[in-house]
């Protein structure tokens, strides 16, 4: 049974970092492409990171861009967002998206939605003073 559990998320003041945990059970990470995925309050859901299978390549979003890192370790099956200099904007419900084709690679462009077939929980990340 696919499943992808995120963890990490909290309240964290302005300029404050956190990292983000996906964790995935049921079938090997390392064949698929993963992303992270936000929605703030009364927004729509925003791609904002990609990390592809084959050669590890990455996609942000140009608001998280030198911010966040997005990285894989396969043995661990398991796929992290480090995010550092959080601003409020940030403040959403984190989840991280499993591509539903092995060796489908990055978009060149924000993730979208409809290429992610299994999703996590989410977890809130709550940026505030």
């Known amino acids: ?31 698929y492409t993963i992303s992270w995925f936000r929605q703030a309050p009364g927004k729509e859901r925003e791609g904002v ?10 996609y942000y979003t140009d608001s998280v861009k030198r911010r966040f890192t997005i990285s894989r370790d396969n043995a661990k ?11 409020p904007e940030d403040t959403a419900v984190y989840y991280c998206a499993r591509v539903h084709t092995i060796g489908f690679q990055c978009r060149v462009a924000a993730p979208d939605a409809s290429d992610y077939d299994y999703w996590g929980q989410g977890t809130q990340v709550t940026v505030a003073s």
């Open 77 to 87: 099956n398991t796929v992290y967002l480090q995010m550092n200099s959080l601003k």
């Open 1 to 31: 049974q696919v499943q992808l559990v995120e963890s990490g998320g909290g309240l964290v003041q302005p300029g404050g970092s956190l990292r983000l945990s996906c964790a995935a059970s049921g079938f090997e990470l390392r064949y």
């Open 49 to 58: 990171s990609c990390i592809s299978t084959s050669d590890g390549s990455t």
